[in-house]
């Protein structure tokens, strides 16, 4: 890994020791040079320069859907996670609600455009892709990161050539105008934004006139009675991790570039040979649990579309980022370990959910043998994104399986496949 070291930086008042390099390295990729060292030298500047010590956990996760859907969706994220409904922010084209669990994890903000006919440059990330251009406004927009001196932040990361939008541009784009919003990265079309707040402060988004909304509090609560019917109340904990789709030739560059916006750090990659594909993992160098701020993944081919014909290799992550645009593929939500009514608790949550109607793409897979199991929702509707549910047993510490990863990787690819038939065979928005 070459030369590390411990900095040591007084951040208003707080003495903070960073050493993001000198953390274990897990899984059998292998990267190139070019990796290797730019990971060393980002880090080492990024500690030294107090970058790591500002950056803090994420706050909230961003995401849009297509006009009129976004009650259903949060109906939907009420049932099949822990969140709560806690307010509407209505601006001149939009609706944001906002969802929280509580100050120990992200929140969701959940925004729906009002007109369908408004063009923007998130739909646009949408409209050159096949399948993603038949819901121009349905995507996973990115990431709200906490940092304790915002001012101070943004500054050194202009000085790295890291770009944002202007105020101008966030008023424009009606979005809060409390937050500093990179420009869509080129690696995974996700934006960065960064909120000033202390930990022991309220999360507040400077945006529109707030209003607790009749219709998104009905399907909230009739969510919520739902869940406690169905004994899953307590069984569903908050985000796990959060898995992006990249290029093959982006992927190196797509952690990096994470790495150096964030304070993560990289635990490492396993390659899937099974799916022509590998995975690769982030996590957050000041909390190590993922319900305060969740693991960021990032999972590419291993070989370009265009020698497919050549090699015969399953390609099921890079036809996904093909159909669909470099973008989030799944928010994974943790269960808790332990048993309901003679199941497993995620056999049992999964069991549940399936009886309302909502699809699974395969059966639970994995064992307690091998530490956890994990499943795929299919995707929503609503935001095309497909919830997971893990449950890990014991002490396991761990992040997944590879053969369990191989089985859900073969199950997203049956389903989009489907859904390519079926978006060539109707007509767009």
């Known amino acids: 890994m070459g030369h590390t070291?411990?900095?040591?930086?007084?951040?208003?008042?707080?003495?903070i020791m960073i050493n993001s390099l000198n953390l274990p390295r897990h899984g059998d990729k292998h990267n190139s040079q070019f990796f290797e060292t730019y990971l060393t030298r980002l880090l080492e500047d990024r500690d030294r320069t107090g970058l790591t010590g500002m950056i803090h956990e994420i706050d909230a996760l961003m995401i849009t859907v297509e006009p009129g859907h976004s009650i259903d969706y949060v109906a939907e994220l009420?049932?099949?996670?822990?969140?709560?409904?806690?307010?509407?922010?209505?601006?001149?084209?939009?609706?944001?609600h906002i969802l929280r669990i509580d100050l120990n994890s992200p929140d969701l903000l959940v925004r729906e455009v009002k007109d369908p006919n408004i063009r923007g440059i998130f739909r646009s990330l949408n409209e050159v892709y096949p399948i993603g251009s038949y819901k121009p406004n349905s995507r996973y927009m990115g990431e709200v990161l906490r940092v304790t001196d915002l001012h101070g932040v943004v500054g050194a990361q202009r000085e790295r050539d890291f770009r944002?939008?202007?105020?101008?541009?966030?008023?424009?784009?009606?979005?809060p105008g409390n937050l500093a919003v990179s420009k869509p990265s080129p690696y995974t079309h996700n934006i960065v934004a960064y909120l000033e707040r202390e930990p022991d402060e309220p999360r507040v988004y400077a945006l529109g006139w707030s209003s607790i909304r009749a219709d998104a509090q009905d399907a909230y609560l009739a969510a919520k009675a739902l869940q406690e019917r169905l004994r899953i109340d307590d069984l569903i904990l908050p985000i796990d991790h959060l898995a992006t789709r990249v290029y093959s030739q982006n992927r190196e560059v797509a952690i990096l570039e994470y790495l150096s916006w964030s304070s993560y750090h990289y635990w490492g990659s396993y390659d899937i040979k099974d799916q022509n594909s590998s995975t690769n993992v982030t996590k957050s160098v000041h909390h190590s649990q993922e319900f305060r701020s969740p693991a960021k993944v990032f999972t590419a081919n291993n070989t370009p579309y265009f020698v497919n014909h050549l090699e015969k290799l399953p390609s099921p992550t890079e036809t996904f980022v093909r159909n669909y645009g470099p973008r989030l593929h799944h928010i994974a939500v943790a269960v808790r370990d332990g048993e309901t009514g003679g199941l497993e608790n995620i056999e049992y949550v999964v069991r549940a959910i399936r009886e309302q109607g909502k699809d699974f793409l395969l059966d639970v897979v994995g064992s307690k043998q091998e530490g956890l199991k994990q499943i795929f929702s299919s995707a929503s509707e609503h935001s095309s994104l497909i919830i997971e549910y893990v449950q890990r047993f014991g002490d396991f510490d761990g992040f997944f399986a590879k053969d369990n990863v191989a089985e859900l990787t073969r199950a997203a690819g049956v389903e989009e496949e489907l859904m390519e038939m079926e978006a060539k065979a109707k007509p767009r928005l």
């Open 5 to 15: 070291y411990i900095n040591v930086i007084n951040l208003k008042s707080r003495l």
């Open 164 to 175: 944002f939008f202007s105020q101008d541009e966030i008023r424009h784009l009606e979005l």
């Open 78 to 96: 009420c049932l099949m996670t822990p969140y709560h409904y806690l307010v509407t922010l209505e601006s001149k084209s939009h609706l944001t």
